[in-house]
């Protein structure tokens, strides 16, 4: 018995190592502050936008170390954060509104690693510095919202079957109450209105024969709530991207959270605005018949409503909406070239602009006004600002409506699919508010119940402890290995070496992020494989002791440790899936690591050791081996 690794396991080993040291070389060259440019709303990067952004950097001085464009873009790497920050600021005004520029990360490693895709592992933002929010959707207000909508709904399904109707209201038991005038209508009502609207539970109050209530079924409250959650996701990664956030982290989190990590993000501040504000507009014609008189008296007449200006004044509005923000699909910040002043430019999808078309060809020389609202959600105080709680003892929580007037012009013409609003205080106001409105209305206000900032200095100095922590356990096992197991202990390391180069190598080819409980995994991951060594050598000794040659020692050795090895180690990947499965944030991060280590410690430890072993004894006679 000589102990010879086959050629074909030879080849197989021999490969695994060496696509690890390639996919695992990118880490190594670290990264440089630099700037992405990526398309707004779709729109691809031309070569050309490299050259305008060159030259508005060549024109200012401004010198970087590499300028390079692929298929997700142009990136830009840089000295310093100082300068990566000013020619963002250039690069911006050159290209305007139709690129979105993401401060960043970008490697150092020679372009043609990039070129054949081969990428570092990310980072997470407790190693990499940035934002985190943790967001509440208030779900109340978005069946409120829809509690509305039906509302409108009983009273033009009524209306258009000609049943007269006091009122249609929502009485404190969270029920449409419908008032029917002529209580011998209200089974008709009822008929029509249980075939028109099958999603609502209909019943009679026979208390009172001339009312109808109308309650949301549990399936359709079900279908608002995750509607909600569903569409707030959408816009808010749409806000994220428009940002300029690279490698951002927005995740559904339970039944009613939402998570947003912001790595490298510099302007927490603004990020956090935009993030937790539910604005939209809605046109509305000005009630010119009574406007006057309405403002005087302070009394709004049927089917109208007073409405204030930013300063103050006051208007009289049709509470009719003409269409509002769900309706537009583009919208881009610019100054007006006549007055110099921040104006939105605003392009509806086609069933809004008929609409603009006809009710602004009917209104000319009427005005038409442009109404911003935001919806704000948050938990409610009393006087001593203790938390108000309910029934069940959860945070009462109350909704802000803010609506204000921003500009009310004369329709001079008949306006159609583009138009622009005014009446914006700031350039960085109308960003804002174009930002929003292209990422889609929240479909339920959002509150911020969590944040955390990790600064770039803290980051920096997690991965210092982190790549200490792995060093200290390392250099610990190494010097245990070497004086206990000499030759054999030497494999031992250079195999644990190789094994936590593959998992580097495994995380970068699959793009995954590396956080702090991640390097707590590696760690643990260093002594499990040397763990399975240890079973390996142990038995190599016994069977020495039994009075077998150094040889068959060998082969028994590693054959009779096998099954343990991989039990043990199969056990321990079936609780990291589990914990994968089941647990969030950090845990994920804990388990992927464990994963990736468990897998190649086993490869290292029973087919590269082996290897090794049998190159240093096989194929020849040995008397004693060094163990």
């Known amino acids: 018995m000589l102990n010879q690794t086959a050629w074909w396991k030879f080849l197989v080993i021999i490969t695994v190592v060496l696509l690890g040291l390639i996919y695992a070389a990118p880490n190594i060259f670290g990264s440089d502050p630099g700037i992405q440019i990526r398309g707004a709303r779709g729109l691809s990067v031309e070569s050309s936008v490299l050259g305008r952004a060159q030259a508005v950097l060549d024109a200012q001085s401004i010198s970087f170390k590499s300028i390079s464009h692929d298929a997700k873009g142009i990136k830009i790497r840089f000295e310093n954060d100082e300068t990566q920050l000013r ?3 250039l690069i911006e005004k050159e290209l305007g509104n139709n690129y979105s520029l993401a401060l960043t990360l970008l490697t150092g490693a020679p372009s043609w690693f990039t070129d054949l895709g081969i990428l570092p592992m990310y980072l997470g933002l407790d190693l990499r510095g940035g934002v985190h929010f943790l967001l509440q959707v208030d779900m109340q207000s978005a069946i409120k919202r829809a509690q509305e909508r039906y509302q409108d709904s009983i009273k033009t399904i009524l209306r258009e079957n000609k049943l007269r109707y006091r009122a249609v209201m929502l009485n404190p038991h969270g029920q449409l109450e419908t008032t029917i005038r002529n209580p011998d209508h209200r089974q008709q009502a009822y008929d029509i209105l249980i075939k028109e609207l099958p999603d609502l539970d209909l019943s009679n109050d026979d208390s009172r024969a001339e009312i109808i209530l109308a309650q949301l079924s549990q399936t359709q409250t079900d279908e608002i709530k995750k509607f909600a959650l569903q569409q707030n996701l959408t816009a808010l990664r749409n806000r994220v991207d428009q940002l300029g956030v690279a490698e951002p982290v927005v995740q559904q989190q339970g039944n009613d959270r939402i998570v947003i990590q912001l790595p490298g993000v510099q302007d927490t501040a603004r990020a956090k605005t935009i993030l937790g504000r539910a604005a939209t507009l809605e046109m509305h014609l000005v009630d010119e018949k009574n406007n006057t008189s309405a403002i005087a008296s302070g009394q709004a007449p049927s089917g109208s409503r007073i409405f204030k200006f930013r300063d103050g004044r006051r208007i009289l509005l049709n509470k009719r909406v003409i269409y509002s923000g769900d309706s537009i699909i583009d919208a881009a910040a610019s100054l007006d070239a006549q007055t110099g002043g921040p104006i939105v430019s605003i392009t509806l999808d086609s069933a809004a602009a008929t609409i603009n078309s006809r009710v602004t ?28 709680l309910d029934d069940d003892g959860k945070p009462v929580r109350v909704t802000n409506r803010l609506e204000e007037v921003l500009t009310a012009p004369v329709i001079r013409d008949q306006l159609g699919k583009r138009y622009q609003i005014e009446g914006l205080d700031s350039v960085e106001e109308a960003r804002d508010l174009s930002l929003m409105l292209r990422s889609g209305t929240l479909a339920a206000p959002v509150e911020i119940i969590e944040e955390r900032t990790v600064g770039p ?5 997690n991965i210092s402890q982190g790549f200490r922590s792995v060093m200290v356990g390392f250099m610990l096992v190494l010097i245990f290995m070497l004086v206990y197991y000499r030759v054999f202990g030497f494999t031992a390391v250079l195999a644990l070496s190789l094994n936590l180069i593959l998992i580097v190598a495994v995380l970068s080819l699959l793009q995954a992020t590396l956080t702090l409980p991640g390097v707590a995994g590696i760690v643990l991951t260093v002594g499990m494989a040397v763990d399975a060594n240890v079973l390996i050598f142990e038995r190599i000794r016994e069977e020495i002791r039994n009075g077998n040659s150094p040889q068959a020692s060998i082969y028994l050795g590693y054959d009779r440790a096998l099954s343990t090895i991989v039990d043990a180690n199969i056990t321990t990947l079936i609780a990291a899936v589990v914990l994968f499965n089941f647990g969030t944030g950090p845990i994920k991060g804990f388990a992927v690591t464990l994963s990736i280590g468990i897998i190649t410690s086993m490869f290292t430890a029973i087919m590269l050791t082996r290897m090794l072993i049998n190159l240093f004894y096989g194929g020849k006679t040995v008397k004693q081996l060094a163990i």
Request: no cysteine; net charge neutral.
């Open 457 to 461: 200095s803290l980051g920096q100095a």
């Open 87 to 89: 020619a963002k600021e």
């Open 361 to 388: 060809g009917e209104n000319i020389n009427n005005r038409m006004a442009v109404v911003y609202l935001e919806i704000t959600s948050a938990i409610k105080k009393d006087a001593n600002g203790n938390i108000v």
